[in-house]
Structure formats: structure tokens, C-alpha cells
């Protein structure tokens, strides 16, 4: 049976990569995949998957009105698998039509994300993968400060001051993320 999939892990965890590897182990099966990524992230381009190390895959954009189930479902060739990158900013609405995917069409869907936001509050997306996911799974990385698991992201302005406070999504702008751990959360020693 297919099963819902939630990999979460802080920044620069390697989410991208991993989706990346993911769809080249089924595709060298001749395994066609379906690749997804939020319309919300503007960083490169709308519709592509691009990790840090080089690898770079396009992607169908997911905006508010996006019925992914009806796209998974209509789609031909058949996928074998449905990857999501960014999976943090689905809608609940999003999250249970991946659901629907899994238990209608039994194809095997995997959301990548971060679980939680620079306020260290929950994703809409990622509130609802961990609640109707089969399995979830942390992809670890290590603090920028120290060399402790990073668990959380920090958000440090353009005068290089930690943030706190303010609109969960904030793409583009000229802050910058890094993935921390709960110390270094709560004391940056910036
Ligand atoms: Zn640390």
C-alpha cells in the first residue's frame, strides 16, 4: 500500500537533494515521478527544484487554488511517485488532497519542508503532514554556531540582527535563514 510521506528538516538540510535523488532512483527504472514545488518560492525561479550543491529539476508550481489530487489523478503516464518540495507552505486543503492521492490512486506521496517557521511556530503545511502523514522522518543538519543537531531556523536581518517577530513568509526579501539549535535559537552568539 502507497503511504504518505513527511520529511522535514531545518535549513540546508539536503530536502531538495533528497527529492532530487529520489526522482533519478525511480526515473533510472524507467519510474516516471511527478515533481511538485510551492508557487509561493520565488527564490529561483517559479516551478524548479534547485539544492545548494548544483542539481536543479523543474517542477509544477502549487498555488491556493491548485487541486493536486485532480492533476495526480489526470495526469498520463501514470507516476509512480509524487514528490513536494517546500511542502510548508501547502494548505490543510493541500495536505489532504495528498492524502486523497495516497488513498485513491495508491501512489506514494512524499512531502520535504521545513516544520518550523523563524517564530518557531508551526507551517500550515507541515502542521498537517505531521498529522496525517503514515510517516515522518527528520532529516538532520548541524547548527551554524555550534555542533549541536539543528532543530530550528533563525532569521537574522539585513543588519545582521536575529528577527523574532513578523510575517511567517517572507521570500525574497534580504534576510537570510540559518538552521540552529534550540541554544543557539534562544542566545544567538551574534
Ligand atoms: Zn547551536
Partial sequence: MAQ???KYGAMNS???IEIIKVAHNYEEQGKPVLLFTSGLDD???VGSISSRIGFKRTAIPIFAETDIFNMVRNYHPRPHCVLVDEAQFLTKTHVLQLAKIVDE???PVMGFGLKNDFRNELFEGSKYLLLYADKVEEMKTICWFCERKATMNLRIDSNGKPVYTGD???IGGNESYYPVC???YLHPPI
Fill in 4 to 6: 504518505l510521506f513527511f
Fill in 14 to 16: 539536503g530536502k531538495s
Fill in 43 to 45: 527564490r529561483d525561479e
Fill in 105 to 107: 490512486c495508491n501512489i
Fill in 168 to 170: 511567517q513568509i517572507q
Fill in 182 to 184: 534550540r541554544r543557539c
